[in-house]
C-alpha cells in the first residue's frame, strides 16, 4: 500500500477529473454538431433567416446547444451521444428554431 492521499479522496479527484473531461468534449462536441446543423438549417429555412453564412453557423450553434439542452431536459439525451440520430434530430430543430427566432426579430426591425 501506498502512502499519500486515501483511496477514497483519489476515486474523488478521478471522477472529478472525469467529469470535466466529459463536459468539456461535449461542448466541444456540440459546437461542432452546431455548425453542421447551423448549414442543414440553412437549406432547409426558406428565405434570408440569419443573414450570412456565418451568422447562419454561429446560429446554428446556439441552436444546437439549445435543442440540446433541451432535448436533455425533456428526452435525457446526453452530450456522451453525439452519432445518435436523435440527437442530431434535438439539434437540428433546435438550429431551425433559432434561425426562425432570428428572421422575426430582424425583420421586425427592418
Known sequence: MSRGAPQGTQDARDSAAHRKEVITMGIIGWIVLGLIVGAIAK?????EQGGGWLATLLLGVVGAV???LIGGG???IGLEEFWSLQTWLVALVGAVAVLLVWGLVTRRRA
Open 43 to 47: 437549406a432547409i429555412v426558406p428565405g
Open 66 to 68: 439549445v435543442g440540446g
Open 74 to 76: 425533456i428526452f435525457g
